[in-house]
């Protein structure tokens, strides 16, 4: 299958801070790009919908502003936690899709976030 | 919004047993996928359903998209401990992509 890799897979931030998310095709070109965040023991709840060249698609409740995604390109999506609080702290992971509709997700190994 | 809901949310079994996740939507589904994860892994795809009363097998799994497009079941036989993790439905229209509540599996030994 496809890969998708996502950096950092741990990071530690103070509070305050921002913390860049990077989510990547490395053998496909995808089209579209999901933001996930999960918390523990729990179903991965969509952020948003990012599609290249154009701005994301924010689900209900999720702050644009404060989780800010570009689709820059074909391969490189990212997602930054602006002004992180602990609150933020989870387990945020990304998906791709193929140009093709209704195809399968391949996901990135997710990224831990902790906020102290 | 996400509308998919999985039964049931938890469920121990004896290895060896038979194990089966339901998935309910509120609305006619296009297609539905179903995907596996690992307890500290990412989701990884098993398979997608796509006509109206579709049945496919994988081994010992075996999936089901029910007549009217509105549910799926995933059956797993003669449970391994290879089999320990959450299976999620997701409900993939268009251009969304919602993942159901998730089964979590335990296998006992």
């Known amino acids: 299958g496809a890969v998708v890799s996502q950096h950092p897979s741990r990071v530690i931030c103070k509070s305050g801070t921002s913390v860049k998310i990077e989510c990547r095709s490395l053998d496909f070109q995808a089209t579209t790009m999901f933001w996930y965040r999960q918390f523990p023991k729990q179903s991965l709840m969509l952020m948003a919908t990012?599609?290249?060249?154009?701005?994301?698609?924010?689900e209900q409740g999720v702050e644009k502003d404060k989780f800010l995604i570009n689709h820059a390109s074909l391969t490189l999506s990212t997602l930054t936690v602006t002004s992180a609080h602990p609150e933020d702290s989870s387990f945020y992971i990304c998906?791709?899709?193929?140009?093709?509709?209704?195809?399968?997700?391949?996901f990135g190994q997710g990224t831990r976030l902790t906020v102290v | 919004g996400q509308q998919v809901m999985q039964i049931p949310q938890y469920q121990h079994v004896q290895e060896g047993e038979d194990f089966t996740t339901y998935c309910n939507s509120s609305?006619?589904?296009?297609?539905i996928q179903w995907y596996k994860q690992r307890p500290g892994g990412h989701p990884v795809f098993l398979i997608q359903?796509?006509?109206?009363?579709e049945v496919k097998k994988q081994k010992r799994l075996t999936f089901q998209f029910g007549e009217a497009k509105k549910n799926s079941s995933l059956h797993i036989t003669a449970t391994q401990t290879t089999d320990v993790g959450t299976y999620f439905c997701a409900e993939t229209t268009g251009n969304q992509f919602y993942f159901g509540t998730g089964t979590s599996l335990t296998v006992i030994p």
């Open positions: 359903l796509v006509k109206s009363g």
């Open positions: 990012s599609n290249e060249g154009s701005k994301a698609t924010y």
């Open positions: 609305t006619t589904l296009s297609n």
């Open positions: 998906s791709a899709r193929r140009r093709s509709p209704n195809t399968e997700a391949f």
